[in-house]
T-cell receptor, first 115, second 115 residues
């Protein structure tokens, strides 16, 4: 299957700082990318959907000014957590889907810890 | 409303015994169905998927799942569980032929394997 690379796998940042998470499709063009958040022992909750070259569509309750999503190319989407707070600590997972794909492929996830 | 229900939060199975994890879905459109496995702190690994055709699908690691449209179910099975199968299992549903729509995940079932 297609490969989606997510970086970093783990990051620790101080409260008030911003952190950027990258999601890359390595061997296909990702027309759509999805960002999920997973709390401990919980399921994956969709945060936003981004289409290349367009603004992301955020799910209800997700602050778009706090979770900045950029999908500037067909192989890269980034999620920037701005002014991070300890409650933003979570596991963030991206997935990517190409126009001809019947399924989305998942990155390895990023464990964010805000101290 | 679209949803995925995994009725069992936690299941413990003896090594070598058979396993069945339940999944029921409610979806308005023709669904694609998936089972993913997640080890602690890791991303998602696709076990198997159903798009169309034979309702019994084979996956990796000896897993299989059966799609029953009349029961809106997609239960995961394995005839003989290994200790390495201990993990979190997620059932997910997505729309057929709609690349821009994210998956809906169940809450997950934690599988423990006893010796």
């Amino acid at each position: 299957g297609a490969v989606v690379s997510q970086h970093p796998s783990r990051v620790i940042c101080k409260s008030g700082t911003s952190v950027k998470i990258e999601c890359r499709s390595l061997d296909f063009q990702a027309t759509t990318m999805f960002w999920y958040r997973q709390f401990p022992k919980q399921s994956l909750m969709l945060m936003a959907t981004s289409n290349e070259g367009s603004k992301a569509t955020y799910e209800q309750g997700v602050e778009k000014d706090k979770f900045l999503i950029n999908h500037a190319s067909l192989t890269l989407s980034t999620l920037t957590v701005t002014s991070a707070h300890p409650e933003d600590s979570s596991f963030y997972i991206c997935s990517a889907r190409g126009q001809t794909n019947t399924e989305a492929f998942f990155g390895q996830g990023t464990r964010l810890t805000v101290v | 409303a679209q949803s995925v229900t995994q009725p069992d939060i936690h299941i413990t199975v003896s090594e070598g015994a058979s396993l069945e994890l339940r999944c029921n879905y409610s979806y308005g459109a023709t669904p694609y169905l998936f089972w993913y496995v997640q080890s602690p702190g890791q991303g998602l690994q696709l076990l198997l998927k159903y798009f169309s055709g034979d309702t019994l699908v084979q996956g990796i690691k000896g897993f299989e799942a059966e799609f029953k449209r009349s029961q809106s179910s997609f239960n995961l099975r394995k005839p003989s569980v290994h200790w390495s199968d201990a993990a979190e299992y997620f059932c997910a549903v997505g729309p057929a032929n709609q690349a821009g729509t994210a998956l809906i995940f169940g809450k997950g079932t934690t599988l423990s394997v006893s010796s």
